[in-house]
Every structure is written in structure tokens, then in C-alpha cells.
């Protein structure tokens, strides 16, 4: 006859298996995602960092088949692209996160909230497509403009949203103080409020454009692309994502070399842009400051 | 408040003491002219809405004329003879992000269960961090590893491997390529993990840690704590990051593109090649030639906005139910 | 010089709710007039109206009379204009933290288009100096931001802060409320010195600090005005029953 206590101990043993297997399946879990994160950063660097001379940084590609040539019109054109974007998309995320603070507890602004949350989940592709209807079809050409028109569509939604949180943040006591003094509601908004929130709104700024600066999908049939140096608004432009898409799938060796070495000095930008910006901001707060 | 109607300024003496800011203009003009551009700027998220929709369903009207309902369960995708049928497609889209969801799913949570309530405090941010890491990698980025490094070992080691020992299902037949369904599904996976692993650490935190407690003095061991107090709770917000998820992964593209072979075919095998809505977009957008063409692609293109609007409304409310949402705040 | 206030009439409502029933009140020029009464009995409410403060609440509503010296405060006059001629003080010190101590003295000047540098030192030095604040701060007025300082510090930038727009009229709500003791009897002393130079409304929980600080007081209960009269009368002899309990404790 089994002892009863004995029993008890078995119960428990396979009790304590599970809890054993339990956490053994998380960790596994965790080193199972994050092993592609170092692989593909390790593969970057590898096989990236070779490719990336001076040669690469400054020459525009050559034809397909000769080697050599390299990016430069593409982060060029990563550049203007994104420039025309934020100038887009930035004064109208901010305005419209400025609405939602100061003047939107009421049904619109429930509305402008829910379309922007909306907005955020809108594949890209498909704004590529809006954008293409919208700008390339009226301009009969594919365009920087076009491209940084479909880019600022989807740094709205972002900037809208965390404008409005860190704004959101300011205490009303400011405000309060603010027009105890006499200052109009516009300059209390823009001069006290903004500038209060401004460390804040700058990050969610930032995120917005490290998210779109690593796009492809919404240039495709944009910026569709250029072989060469384009300044002009309303010409086909190179951006980087495009390049490294182009040269990834094409069947020459060399132009996979530089595919790597164009994803490396994409996520370079990417982050030293972020870091720039976030040294700049706390540059520019007092000692004592919030 | 009747009286006369004079318009006093600043400076109006109301004792002998002049103001530094006798003379100064009220602002008025300028309030309003302040709050008609906010409001525009408000406006146009709106607009740009509206502008989305509409084109996407003036564009498509000469495809749903043509083909109506058909259109999404005929699989015949002949540009050459004006014959679009986007089942294929469809299809494609749907086993990726399956595929990929079966696989994120146990890896998401089981990461999320390892930072909320098994890992050491000092490592939580790191892994959460590194979590986050990998959701701003951009798409182009993941397939192009997925090209070279993912590709590759599925063709000469995982493949052969799983047609050994699975092959008489039917999902691992036919030459392995290497480019494929299952690719497209793994390198899904590994970009949606962060963002289910994100909410669902998000639902798992908001769990009142008395819930825990109670388990614990019952006499339950860690994992049983961890399944009958904690991830019970936070179910329906799970399910809501599982959702989003899946919306995520139906409108990848990129990544997609340059690994599922781009064939508009429906096939039981993982192997086989396939296509999906974004990337027949990506593809041939650009290229179509004829109305008819590029009006299919939009239909393709509209029924996918209204897919992924659907299903991430739902995962929203789901996660919104679960955790309240942003608490409504008024000013501090 | 400061100027006299005189109110009559006076409603306010939250919504639907009326927070201050005919109200009727003239405050002398240069003296500190106290409000006292329990919580929620209006008197915030009541000299926020005086600023017109109040209609920045949604769905706030005034009606009535509140001339300032000459000024009608709701006829003919914006309310932007007004406050620049009404200094407030709040109850939890609010100076603006990213923002250095000078550039907050100077904030009702610069963010209302005064731009006279030399001008506005010297201002920003008078109106600290005024505060009893100076001498603590002037080697950093540019360099920290004025949140930096302590609590007692705050609230005394704040009021200079809002006597740097040269007020007649100075309005605190609660200024010593979330002080110590000892920044509290700072700014008591302040309040005796400013006196002179501006009518000062005081509203306070404090029924020693009424009597310390102020020559009339005012009581205020469920939104009307009981008794209003020279504190000394007010705290040894009261008219109305109801002032009497309220000094000698028996509620509030």
C-alpha cells in the first residue's frame, strides 16, 4: 500500500518538474528571440562594414554588372525625402496634438483620436497607393515630393498622439499662472505649455521619423528610385531602403555586398539622428530644470 | 452687463501707477487666428483619412464593376489576358501570418512571462529593451538577412530535416527552395514578437500582485502562480497583442516580398512559393499596365486597409478592456 | 499706488451649480483684506472672479458688477487686459520650470511684448527686491531655473513674478498653504510691506494669519458673504452668529 506521504512527495515532484520545464521553456523563449536581434546585428556589421569606404559614401551606382560605384545618391535622396516628410507631417502632428490638449475634450476630438489611432494600423503600402493617386498621378512623374508626402501620412498619427500625452503632462497650474499674467491663450499654449512639454514632444518627433526613415514599401511607386543625383521635387529619387531592396534581390554579388553596407549605414543614421536630437534637448534645459 | 460700450486698454489708468504694459494689444486676434490652424492641422488627420479611403474606392470601382464578388475566389492572376482573381493572394497572406503567429505566439508570451515574473530585476530592462530593439529594425533590413543568412539554413539544414521527419503531412513537400511560405512565416514571426511581447507584458503587469499572493499561500509552485493567477487575468489582453499581432503581419511587406518567391500559386507545402496581397502591390504596382490592372491592385489594395482596420479595432478594445486604456486625464 | 475694489451683485456658477449668491463687497485701496470660511464656501471662486479667472473654467458663468478703481472689470475691458493690471498669487507656488529665475520675474513682460532689456533689469531687480528674494538669488538669476528653488522661495518669485507687471491690485489664494512656518512668516512680513504700494486680497484657512496680516476680513459661507468688517471686530465681536462659531471653532 502506497504510503500516503510518499504520495504526497510524488505529486509534488511532478509539480516541481513543471515549474522546472516552465522556466526553462521562458528562457528559451527569450534566447530564441533574441538571437536573430545579435545575428542580423552581427551579420550588419560583418559583412557591412567592409563594403563602407569612400567610395561608397560618395558615388552614385554604377551599372549593374560593374563593380564599384556606391550609395550616395540614395542617402542623398534619404535626406531630401525625409526633410520634405517632417515638414509635412511634423507641424501638422504637432497642431493637431496641440487641438487634442488645449481644445479636445468633446466628440471631435474623440473622433480626430480614434481616426489617428486608425491611421497608425493603415499598412504602408497601401498610403504608398494613397500617395501615388494623390501626387505621382496630378505631377505625371514619380517624385521626391510624392515619397515625402506618403512618409509625413504616417509620422502624423505618431506625433499627434505623443504630442497630445506629453502635453498633456504640463500642469494646469501653468496655464493658470500664465494667464494670470495676462498672456494670451495662444502664447500661453506656444510659450509655456509646448515649451514645457518640449523634451517630450521632440522624442515622440523622433521616433516618428526613426520609424519612416527605414521605409520601402510607401516609395516604391513614389520616390520609385534614381540611379542618379536628384535634387528637383518632382523627379524620381533614390532613398536608401529602396537601394538596399533593389540590390538584395538583383543576382549580382557585387550589389549584395553593397546591400549590406547600405542596411549598415541605414541603421547608423538612423540611431546617430535619434542621438543627436536627444543630446541637443538636454543641451538646451537648465540646470535645475525639469 | 449693460453699459456703454468703450474698449479700455492696458494703459487705461485705473490708478496713478503706469503699467510697463500700458498700450499692449490684447491678443484676440491672434487667439483666434491661433485656434483656426490647430483646429485645420486637427482637421486634416481627418481628411487624410477620408482622402485614404476614397481613393482606394474610386480607384477600385473599375475591377469590382469587372469582376465583383469573384474577384476574391477566383485564383486566375493573368495580366496578360485582364483576368485578376486574387485568391491566391489572399491565401498567401493568410498562411504567412498564421505560419508566423503559431510560431511568435509561445515565444512572445514566454518572453513576456520571463520578464514580469521570473527574471532577476536587473535584467528586465535589458531584455525588454533588447525586445524593442528588434521592433525598430527596419522591414527591408529584416529580408535582406532573412535573404542571406535565413534562407540558406532552411535550405540546406531545416528543410531536408523536416521533410525527413514531417513529410507525410503534406506541408513539407517539394524542392526545398529555401524561398518560400515557410520563410515568409518565420521571418513574420520574429518581427511581431516584440509587439505581442510588449502588450502582453503590458496586461501580465497590470495583474494586482494580490492575485499572485493568494496563489502562492494556496501552495502553488511558480509556473502554476504564473498560469491560474496571471495569465488567466490578463486573457482577453493577450488575445488583443495576439490580434495585433496579426495585423501587423498582414500588411508586412518588405520583408515578405523579397522571401516568399512571389508565385501567384496556392499550395498545401510550406515549401511552395507563394504571394501575398502586399507584396503582388509592391511587385507589379508600378508596372501595371491598363486600367483594369491597376484597378485590381487597388481593390487588393482596399481590401487589405479594411482587413487590418478590423482586425486591429478588435485588438484594441480587447487590450483597451483589459487594461482601461489611457486613463482619461485632464491637466495635472 | 494701489486702487479700491467695489463688488456688487456678484454671481458665479459652475455649470448649473451657483457657487456665489450676491455677492456685495468694497475693498479699501492700499489694505489687505482678508477672506476666511470653511472649504468650499466660495472665496476662491470669489476673487477669481475679481481677475476674471474664472470663466477659464469650462461651463463657468459670472453676472454682476466688480469695478477696480475706475475700471469695469467686465465691460469694456478683455479679460487678457484685465489680468495684466491684477497680479495673482496661487496656493502651490507655480513658477515656469524651464525657465531661469530672471526670465520668470520677466515672464508677464516678455510673453506680453516688452522688450526693453535695460528697462526690464532693472524691473526684475525691483520686483525681487521687492519680494525679499534678491539678495538670496541675484548671483544666479540667469543660470538656474526657477524651479529649483526651495518651496518658500518659489512662492516668493511667483509674487514677484506678478509684481513685475506693476499690478494695483495683488490677489492670493492661499499663498502660505503648502509652506513651512517659517516661509510662511516671510511672507506675512512681505504682505505688510506691500501694503503700501498695492489693495491686497488675501483668501487664507488661517484665521491667525487673517488676523496678523489684514485690516478687513471677510466671511464667506456656502457661498454667501456673512460679515464683512474690520478684523478686529471680526475676531473680538462678531455680528453674526454664525462668523462667531466659525472663529471660535465650533465647525469648519
Known amino acids: 500500500m502506497p504510503n500516503p506521504e510518499t504520495k504526497q512527495l510524488e505529486i509534488s515532484l511532478w509539480r516541481r518538474i513543471t515549474d522546472h520545464l516552465a522556466t526553462l521553456f521562458a528562457i528559451s523563449t527569450v534566447v530564441l528571440v533574441l538571437a536573430p536581434l545579435i545575428a542580423i546585428f552581427a551579420y550588419l556589421v560583418i559583412k557591412g562594414v567592409g563594403s563602407i569606404n569612400l567610395s561608397f559614401l560618395t558615388q552614385t551606382p554604377k551599372p549593374p554588372g560593374e563593380a564599384g560605384g556606391g550609395m550616395a545618391n540614395a542617402i542623398a535622396g534619404s535626406v531630401l525625402i525625409l526633410g520634405i516628410a517632417s515638414l509635412l507631417g511634423v507641424p501638422v502632428g504637432i497642431g493637431a496634438g496641440i487641438y487634442l490638449s488645449e481644445f479636445g475634450r468633446n466628440r471631435f476630438g474623440d473622433s480626430v483620436r480614434f481616426v489617428s489611432d486608425v491611421l497608425n494600423g493603415v499598412p504602408s503600402i497601401v498610403i504608398g497607393i494613397v500617395a501615388y493617386a494623390l501626387v505621382v498621378l496630378r505631377q505625371k512623374h514619380f517624385s521626391a515630393l510624392a515619397g515625402g508626402a506618403a512618409l509625413a501620412i504616417m509620422m502624423i498619427p505618431t506625433i499627434t498622439r505623443t504630442t497630445e500625452e506629453m502635453l498633456l503632462l504640463v500642469p494646469g497650474a501653468l496655464r493658470e499662472a500664465a494667464y494670470g499674467l495676462g498672456v494670451p491663450r495662444w502664447r500661453t499654449t506656444l510659450s509655456i505649455v509646448l515649451r514645457t512639454a518640449t523634451s517630450g514632444v521632440i522624442t515622440g518627433v523622433m521616433l516618428a521619423f526613426a520609424r519612416v526613415a527605414g521605409e520601402t514599401a510607401p516609395l516604391l511607386f513614389t520616390a520609385f528610385g534614381n540611379q542618379f543625383w536628384n535634387w528637383k521635387l518632382d523627379q524620381p529619387t533614390a532613398a536608401l531602403p529602396l537601394q538596399i531592396f533593389t540590390y538584395a534581390i538583383s543576382p549580382y554579388d557585387d550589389w549584395h555586398r553593397q546591400a549590406w553596407a547600405g542596411a549598415l549605414v541605414l541603421i547608423i543614421l538612423i540611431v546617430a539622428a535619434v542621438a543627436a536630437v536627444r543630446l541637443a534637448v538636454r543641451h538646451g534645459t537648465l540646470g535645475g530644470a525639469a | 452687463m449693460t453699459g456703454p460700450q468703450r474698449v479700455a486698454g492696458a494703459g487705461e489708468k485705473t490708478g496713478s501707477r503706469v503699467s510697463p504694459l500700458a498700450g499692449s494689444a490684447d491678443g484676440v486676434l491672434r487667439d483666434r487666428l491661433f485656434s483656426y490652424v490647430i483646429l485645420a492641422c486637427a482637421l486634416t488627420v481627418l481628411i487624410i483619412l477620408f482622402l485614404i479611403v476614397y481613393e482606394l474606392l474610386s480607384s477600385s470601382q473599375l475591377a469590382w464593376k469587372a469582376f465583383g464578388w469573384h474577384f476574391f475566389w477566383t485564383h486566375d492572376w493573368d495580366p496578360v489576358n485582364d483576368q485578376f482573381g486574387a485568391l491566391p493572394f489572399i491565401y498567401g497572406t493568410l498562411v504567412s501570418s498564421l505560419l508566423a503567429l503559431l510560431l511568435a505566439v509561445p515565444l512572445a508570451v514566454g518572453v513576456a512571462v520571463f520578464t514580469t515574473e521570473m527574471s532577476p530585476k536587473w535584467l528586465r530592462g535589458p531584455i525588454s529593451f533588447l525586445t524593442e530593439l528588434l521592433a525598430a529594425i527596419p522591414s527591408v533590413i529584416y529580408g535582406l538577412w532573412a535573404i542571406f543568412v535565413l534562407v540558406p539554413i532552411l535550405r540546406t539544414v531545416v528543410q531536408p530535416f523536416l521533410a525527413k521527419t514531417l513529410g507525410w503531412t503534406g506541408l513539407f513537400e517539394g524542392p526545398p527552395y529555401g524561398i518560400g511560405m515557410l520563410a515568409a512565416g518565420i521571418i513574420l514571426a520574429v518581427m511581431i514578437v516584440p509587439i505581442i511581447s510588449s502588450i502582453t507584458r503590458e496586461v501580465l503587469v497590470v495583474v494586482p500582485q494580490q492575485q499572485r499572493e493568494a496563489a502562492l499561500a494556496l501552495g502553488a509552485t511558480r509556473w502554476e502562480m504564473i498560469r491560474i493567477a496571471v495569465l488567466r487575468n490578463a486573457r482577453a489582453g493577450i488575445v488583443g497583442g495576439i490580434i495585433l499581432g496579426l495585423g501587423r503581419a498582414l500588411g508586412e511587406t518588405m520583408a515578405v516580398t523579397m522571401v516568399i518567391g512571389n508565385r501567384p500559386e496556392i499550395a498545401k507545402s510550406l515549401f511552395a512559393p507563394g504571394y501575398t496581397m502586399a507584396s503582388v502591390l509592391a511587385n507589379e504596382f508600378s508596372e501595371a499596365t491598363g486600367d483594369l490592372y491597376l484597378s485590381a491592385l487597388v481593390e487588393i489594395g482596399l481590401a487589405l486597409f479594411i482587413v487590418t482596420i478590423i482586425v486591429n479595432a478588435m485588438a484594441r478594445f480587447l487590450v483597451w478592456s483589459v487594461t482601461r486604456g489611457q486613463p482619461a486625464r485632464g491637466h495635472a | ?252
Open chain 3, 1 to 252: 499706488m494701489g486702487v479700491g475694489i467695489q463688488v456688487e451683485n456678484l454671481n458665479a456658477w459652475y455649470g448649473s451649480t451657483q457657487a456665489l449668491h450676491d455677492i456685495r463687497l468694497n475693498m479699501e485701496a492700499n489694505h489687505a483684506t482678508a477672506l476666511i470660511g470653511p472649504s468650499g464656501c466660495g472665496k476662491s471662486t470669489f476673487i477669481r472672479c475679481l481677475n476674471r479667472m474664472h470663466e477659464t473654467t469650462p461651463g463657468a458663468r459670472v453676472e454682476g458688477n466688480v469695478k477696480i478703481g475706475q475700471l469695469d472689470a467686465y465691460d469694456g475691458i478683455s479679460p487678457t487686459l484685465l489680468r495684466r493690471r491684477i497680479g495673482m498669487v496661487f496656493q502651490k507656488p507655480n513658477p515656469f520650470p524651464t525657465m531661469s529665475i530672471y526670465d520668470n520675474v520677466a515672464a508677464g513682460l516678455k510673453l506680453n511684448g516688452y522688450n526693453n532689456r535695460k528697462e526690464m533689469d532693472q524691473i526684475v531687480e525691483r520686483s525681487l527686491a521687492s519680494s525679499a528674494l534678491w539678495d538670496e538669488v541675484k548671483d544666479f538669476i540667469h543660470k538656474k531655473s526657477g524651479a529649483s528653488l526651495s518651496g518658500g522661495q518659489q512662492q516668493r518669485l511667483c509674487i514677484a513674478r506678478a509684481l513685475a507687471v506693476e499690478p494695483e491690485v495683488l490677489l492670493m489664494d492661499e499663498p502660505c498653504s503648502a509652506l513651512d512656518p517659517i516661509s510662511t512668516g516671510k511672507i506675512e512680513e512681505l504682505i505688510f510691506q506691500l501694503k503700501t504700494q498695492y489693495t491686497i486680497v488675501i483668501v487664507t484657512h488661517n484665521m491667525q494669519q487673517a488676523a496678523r496680516v489684514a485690516e478687513y476680513t471677510g466671511f464667506f459661507l456656502l457661498g454667501r458673504m456673512v460679515e464683512f468688517d474690520k478684523t478686529e471686530k471680526i475676531f473680538t465681536n462678531p455680528s453674526d452668529k454664525r462668523t462667531e462659531d466659525y472663529i471660535t471653532g465650533r465647525f469648519g
